[in-house]
């Protein structure tokens, strides 16, 4: 199973910045959506951002006016800039690509190995 390759999480202090980077490799082809989840412990995962492939973005309630997720098709990247980082949003972190294929009419999701972001008080 391929597999995304996300970069950026540690640890920072409330009210800090942190940037992820995830990278789709280039045998995944014909991407539309991409996007972010989290899920802190004992939580269930939630989506954070999603962005397609012509750039509408849609967030969760609780990250907007804080985090901007952008692409970059020809690189198959997607990005999560995170401002004014909370506890509340200490998680791991977790990328996603959804490649349509013809062979199979449909989807399939592909998906990072996740990246831990923690947040001080």
């Known amino acids: 199973q391929l597999r995304l390759v996300e970069s950026g999480g540690g640890l920072v202090q409330a009210g800090g910045s942190l940037r992820l980077s995830c990278a789709a490799p280039?045998?995944?082809?014909?991407?539309?959506?991409m996007g972010w989840y989290r899920q802190a412990p004992g939580k269930q995962r939630e989506l954070v951002a999603v962005?397609?492939?012509?750039?509408?973005?849609n967030y969760v309630d609780s990250v907007k006016g804080r985090f901007t997720i952008s692409r970059d098709n020809a690189k198959n990247t997607v990005y999560l800039q995170m401002n004014s980082l909370q506890p509340e949003d200490t998680a791991a972190y977790y990328c996603h690509a959804d490649s349509f294929s013809t062979s199979i009419s449909g989807t399939t999701r592909y998906w990072g190995q996740g990246t831990q972001v923690t947040v001080s008080s």
């Open positions: 962005i397609t492939r012509g750039g509408s973005t």
């Open positions: 280039g045998s995944i082809f014909s991407i539309n959506a």
